[in-house]
């Protein structure tokens, strides 16, 4: 059973910094897109940040500078590294994983989501 298990949101100040962890089962490579979503309430979940087996990484144009995604094959996670946070960055924060199926259907995988509160 695939499992994305999300860590590290919490409440930090404007301007500061956060690492969010996703935890993959299986192997990573198993993914044709790894990302992390936002979601408000209200809100539809937004895309973030998206990086994919091949190819090149993809940011929301309200993070891009500020955000890092990367893949950490030694332990098996897909790290979102935020800095500079604003108050508008708060949500909870999903982490996704795609697969391609042989029949070209695919199959979205996501985690349970974590907190981030970006506030003075």
């Known amino acids: 059973q695939v499992q994305l298990v999300e860590s590290g949101g919490g409440l930090v100040q404007p301007g500061g910094s956060l690492r969010l962890s996703c935890a993959v089962s299986?192997?990573?490579?198993?993914?044709?897109?790894l990302g992390w979503y936002r979601q408000v309430p209200g809100n539809q979940r937004e895309l973030v940040a998206s990086?994919?087996?091949?190819?090149?990484?993809r940011y929301s144009d309200s993070v891009q500078g500020r955000f890092t995604i990367s893949r950490d094959i030694a332990k098996n996670t897909v790290d979102l590294q935020m800095n500079s946070l604003k108050p508008e960055d708060t949500g909870v924060y999903y982490c996704?994983?795609?697969?391609?199926?042989?029949?070209?259907?695919?199959?979205?995988?996501w985690g349970q989501g974590t907190q981030v509160t970006v506030s003075s």
């Open positions: 996704n994983g795609e697969r391609m199926m042989p029949t070209g259907s695919k199959l979205n995988y």
């Open positions: 990086t994919p087996r091949f190819g090149s990484t």
């Open positions: 299986g192997s990573i490579f198993s993914f044709s897109v």
